[in-house]
T-cell receptor, first 112, second 113 residues
Framework: EDQVTQSPEALRLQEGESSSLNCSYT??????LFWYRQDPGKGPEFLFT???AGEEKEKERLKATLTKKESFLHITAPKPEDSATYLC?????????????FGTGTQLKVEL | EAQVTQNPRYLITVTGKKLTVTCSQN?????MSWYRQDPGLGLRQIYY???????DKGDVPEGYKVSRKEKRNFPLILESPSPNQTSLYFC????????????FGNGTRLTVT
């Protein structure tokens, strides 16, 4: 069964304390992996797309990487404004065509 | 400004009273979709539309209807809401199905009593 799992469910960091969020997937026919940020009371906001193993994308304090089984979102020296829920979504083939499957997210809180 | 607009943001209703949640996008996107977000279950797709007059079921379509009469609008209709449809709903649009990033609205929090 196609599955996307994010860990940890919640993460508390001190400002400046770097860490990584994980998105592991078991799907057939990966076409791409997306990372989104969701703030309370808002819709998810697009961050990155990764297409193939070994690919990396960076934006400010965030860096996303992809392997054949998982993706990591590395957060370097986080600030309180990085607090949000981070979602990953996998675009893949299924019997019925293309599909986008979301993970349940990692809730990140960065404290002063 | 490019955006997806949903209305209303909050809605409280009673079992069986028909309701419509509107969604409009100003990016000329062909693909539009509705999701519901529940704790521990993540975002699950309800219905999607590849273009005008083309709609299809997602993973959790039961109890919902949609229509796509114009490219920019994609309303979600609950003909007879039930308490298990209490959820946070998001409309999203993109250039195509799956390959391009989704642009989400800010959500509609629905409570059915």
């Amino acid at each position: 069964e196609d599955q996307v799992t994010q860990s940890p469910e919640a993460l508390r960091l001190q400002e400046g304390e770097s860490s990584s969020l994980n998105c592991s997937y078991t799907v057939s026919g990966l076409r791409g992996l997306f990372w989104y940020r969701q703030d309370p009371g808002k819709g998810p906001e697009f961050l990155f797309t990764l297409y193939s193993a070994g690919e990396e994308k960076e934006k400010e304090r965030l860096k996303a990487t992809l392997t054949k089984k998982e993706s990591f979102l590395h957060i370097t020296a986080p600030k309180p404004e990085d607090s949000a829920t981070y979602l990953c979504a996998v675009h893949h083939f299924t019997g019925g065509g293309n599909k986008l499957t979301f993970g349940t997210g990692t809730q990140l809180k960065v404290e002063l | 400004e490019a955006q997806v607009t949903q209305n209303p943001r909050y809605l409280i209703t009673v079992t069986g009273k028909k309701l419509t949640v509107t969604c409009s996008q100003n990016m000329n996107h062909e693909y539009m979709s509705w999701y519901r977000q529940d704790p521990g279950l993540g975002l699950r797709q309800i219905y999607y539309s590849m273009n005008v007059e083309v709609t299809d079921k997602g993973d959790v379509p039961e109890g919902y209807k949609v229509s796509r009469k114009e490219k920019r609008n994609f309303p979600l209709i609950l003909e007879s809401p039930s308490p298990n449809q209490t959820s946070l709903y998001f409309c999203a649009s993109s250039l195509d199905r799956g390959a391009s990033p989704l642009h989400f609205g800010n959500g509609t929090r629905l409570t059915v009593t």
